[in-house]
């Protein structure tokens, strides 16, 4: 068993919480174990409850097209939620909820290192970018350093939910979305740059070592 489905097993044997006592089933997540991109949105809905499966119901048709628009499948990405549990009603988790599974969210990361975390919403956002308006943050790429995790790139989106609820969005959230394998790019680039400047300190440093022998 890899290290990412004993994880799952984990989660899904979670009581932190009472949302466990309401939902059908846990949602832990689901993807490429050794994604680049990790999607998280903020909580099953109730066809996500009914499967087990994060974003399937409408909002995960068009998180998949999106997906598409970037020349990538459902299977080359890692899509998780804030909380793993559906909340009754669908009503927004509450912030203890949210931190009951904080951990586990933090384990996945940790788990599937992805190069750039996505969030899908504000409730997303705002676990990782507090005190932000989506309204403003939405297609912003920021490195911030989070506790348990180091230092990690997000990428603020609406929601999908939001863009089907509110068309003026739609657009809004496809061009956001274009522009992930640019800031992909520019995340790759600025590590080769990091590798090569240590490359040349290493040099230096054995440079000078050799030096000293003499």
């Given at each position: 068993?890899?290290?990412?489905?004993?994880?799952?097993?984990?989660?899904?044997?979670?009581?932190?919480?009472?949302?466990?006592?309401?939902?059908?089933?846990?949602?832990?997540?689901?993807?490429n174990e050794k994604a680049e991109i990790m999607f998280i949105g903020e909580g099953p809905g109730e066809k996500e409850d009914k499967l087990g499966r994060?974003?399937?119901?409408?909002?995960?048709?068009?998180?998949?097209?999106?997906?598409?628009?970037?020349?990538?499948?459902?299977?080359?990405?890692?899509?998780?939620?804030?909380?793993?549990?559906?909340?009754?009603?669908?009503?927004?988790?509450?912030?203890?909820?949210?931190?009951?599974?904080?951990?586990?969210?933090?384990?996945?990361?940790?788990?599937?290192?992805?190069?750039?975390?996505?969030?899908?919403?504000?409730?997303?956002?705002?676990?990782?970018?507090?005190?932000?308006?989506?309204?403003?943050?939405?297609?912003?790429?920021?490195?911030?350093?989070?506790?348990?995790?180091?230092?990690?790139?997000?990428?603020?989106?609406?929601?999908?939910?939001?863009?089907?609820?509110?068309?003026?969005?739609?657009?809004?959230?496809?061009?956001?979305?274009?522009?992930?394998?640019?800031?992909?790019?520019?995340?790759?680039?600025?590590?080769?740059?990091?590798?090569?400047?240590?490359?040349?300190?290493?040099?230096?440093?054995?440079?000078?070592?050799?030096?000293?022998?003499?």
């Open positions: 068993m890899s290290r990412y489905k004993k994880l799952e097993e984990e989660m899904k044997a979670c009581r932190k919480c009472h949302l466990r006592d309401t939902c059908l089933n846990v949602v832990p997540g689901e993807g994060p974003f399937v119901g409408a909002a995960g048709k068009f998180l998949d097209e999106m997906i598409g628009l970037i020349e990538m499948k459902r299977e080359d990405v890692f899509i998780a939620n804030i909380v793993k549990c559906r909340p009754p009603g669908n009503r927004d988790p509450l912030p203890e909820e949210a931190e009951a599974c904080w951990p586990w969210l933090l384990e996945q990361i940790k788990t599937i290192k992805p190069k750039l975390i996505v969030t899908l919403g504000r409730h997303a956002m705002e676990r990782f970018l507090p005190n932000q308006k989506i309204s403003q943050m939405h297609g912003m790429a920021l490195r911030r350093e989070i506790t348990g995790i180091g230092k990690q790139v997000f990428y603020a989106l609406y929601h999908p939910a939001a863009a089907l609820y509110q068309g003026s969005l739609r657009e809004t959230l496809k061009t956001d979305f274009k522009k992930i394998p640019k800031v992909l790019k520019a995340i790759e680039k600025e590590k080769n740059i990091k590798k090569e400047v240590q490359m040349d300190a290493d040099r230096f440093s054995e440079e000078n070592k050799q030096e000293a022998l003499f």
